[in-house]
């Protein structure tokens, strides 16, 4: 890409946990970015990570029509990042990830520019999972508004601020038991959040044709069940799994929900039902890595670079990763 073919691109959402390896990736492609996000005070850490002037955060709230007017205004490619795990006061699943979507797009749309959104694998408008419903209709109403954007959908996002891994690894210190709602034999197809954040940034640069819809996954389908084996692997540590049938599984999360951070959510049982791997279609018609030309790198190769610090000694447990191999230049290093 020429000097003159670089962007201003306003990413919404980032500051979070895909956003920061997002805004990496487009400064070190030479892209400004404007980081806009509800606290941009929680952005500034990012500001080092391109040359001076070249990352700007910005306030702006999904909810907020004018805050989004003013966000995208001058940019020439727009990235919406934001999307809720769980709903909590304002937050809500219709006004975050199907009105904000159609907020962002509309916005886009008035100014012609080009649109990365950022879904999810599952999303489905007919889903009994409200969350999976909200992320369909954020896609509909984009493509809508934007007919050439690029919708991304990846399977479970991992990475060193992940707050899967790192949960259940967390647990995993404490408690003697691991929780298998539904025997833990629903298949996900992990995806590193560097691996997306190069799709993110690809697709910025018109590497893969608009108006359609990728799904990536990384390179092992693995159960829940594989994934928690794997995790205690790394950690050197052994636990007992309690298996939870749907059922009983339901009634527990309609209590946990109240609990701060809600633990667990109905809709996120009623997600579990559910396989979250690349589709066959995608696969057969390119819509997945392949057509970024990225490999996705493997559980293997990255959790010990982050889990380690839960190990009985951390990282002076014996076999544990050494210092250089903690650490990979393409992470976006932590505040």
Not at 71 to 89: F, K, M, Q, R, S
Not at 137 to 156: K, M, N, T, Y
Request: charged letters at 25%; proline letters at 6%; a positive charge.
């Amino acid at each position: 890409m020429r000097i003159d073919d670089k962007k201003l691109v306003t990413v919404f959402g980032g500051s979070g946990f895909l956003g920061r390896y997002v805004v990496h990736a487009l400064a070190a492609r030479g892209h400004r970015i404007r980081v806009a996000c509800r606290r941009p005070d929680l952005a500034y850490h990012l500001q080092t990570a391109g040359r001076l002037g070249q990352i700007q955060p910005i306030q702006a709230n999904l909810r907020y029509p004018w805050s989004v007017e003013r966000a995208v205004e001058d940019a020439d490619h727009v990235v919406n990042l934001v999307g809720i795990l769980t709903e909590a006061g304002k937050q809500r699943y219709t006004s975050v990830q199907a009105e904000g979507a159609k907020l962002v797009a509309e916005a886009a749309a008035r100014r012609g520019l080009g649109m990365v959104q950022l879904s999810a694998i599952g999303a489905d408008e007919s889903s009994a999972s409200q969350y999976a419903r909200t992320k369909a209709q954020g896609e509909r109403s984009v493509l809508q508004a934007v007919p050439d954007a690029v919708i991304l959908r990846p399977s479970i996002v991992f990475g060193a601020e992940d707050q899967f891994f790192n949960r259940f690894a967390d647990m995993a210190r404490l408690s003697p038991v691991l929780p298998l709602i539904g025997g833990g034999k629903t298949l996900f197809q992990p995806v590193y959040v560097n691996d997306v954040a190069q799709a993110v940034a690809a697709a910025v640069e018109g590497a893969v044709p608009g108006g359609r819809i990728y799904e990536l996954g990384g390179p092992e389908a693995l159960s829940f069940r594989k994934l928690m084996e794997e995790m205690l692997l790394v950690i050197d540590r052994k636990r007992r799994f309690l298996t939870i049938p749907f059922g009983a599984a339901e009634q527990l999360a309609g209590v946990l929900k109240y609990l701060p951070g809600a633990p667990l959510t109905p809709d996120q049982v009623e997600q579990l039902k559910h396989d979250n791997v690349v589709s066959e279609a995608a696969k057969a018609e390119g819509r997945t890595f392949d057509a970024f030309g990225i490999r996705p790198r493997t559980l293997e190769a990255v959790l010990p670079t982050y889990l380690v610090r839960f190990r009985p000694q951390g990282q002076f447990t014996k076999g544990s990763p050494t210092s250089d191999q903690t650490v990979d230049p393409e992470i976006a290093p932590r505040p």
